[in-house]
């Protein structure tokens, strides 16, 4: 049987865990592309109006929201990544353990169980580079976005306890 047959059976049976879990990624990947493309658009008229934002409830709102479900999407994203090569060693520990070494012929059988073994772990790997690449190739402003609404956020939430204890105060501009 060839390598590109076994690497085939692989992925039809123990592996397939492995390329659904990489579709899943893909998804949250297109999610945060998705999410940082909008909140790139308004992101400098935010910062250049944020003086007036605070009066704006509606779009205060949509800062936070934006803020938090891009932070949230893209550490899902970088977490996803991280798993793939411990799912790969758990394919190959799977794969041991069903080795059997009772006689010759078992001996002979154990040889596809061992190359199964070894394709999960490559298949984690390779995920994990592919991902890794596309997040340093496509994703590299996100983390200056997502500081960007941080500070965005955090003068806004800061103007309105101001205004807030200004309004208790009775003080009035």
């Given amino acids: 049987m060839s ?101 010759s012929e078992a001996i002979n059988a154990a040889k596809d169980s061992f190359f199964n073994a070894l394709t999960s772990t490559t298949w984690g790997i390779i995920f994990s580079v592919v991902f890794k690449i596309a997040n340093a190739y496509y994703f590299a402003d996100v983390e200056d976005i997502i500081q960007r609404l941080l500070s965005l956020k955090k003068k806004l939430i800061k103007y309105g306890i101001d205004e807030s204890l200004k309004n208790k105060s009775g003080w009035r501009i």
């Fill in 3 to 103: 390598i590109i047959a076994k690497l085939l059976k692989s992925i039809i049976s123990s592996d397939i865990y492995i390329l659904i879990f990489g579709f899943v990624t893909l998804y949250v990947a297109l999610r945060v592309n998705k999410l940082r493309n909008l909140i790139d658009n308004d992101i400098y008229e935010w910062e250049e109006k944020s003086d007036e934002l605070s009066n704006n409830p509606e779009k205060n709102n949509k800062i936070f929201d934006s803020y938090k479900h891009l932070n949230r999407s893209y550490t899902v994203f970088i977490s996803l990544i991280s798993i793939f090569p411990l799912l790969g060693m758990f394919g190959t520990v799977i794969a041991l353990l069903s080795i059997n070494m009772s006689d």
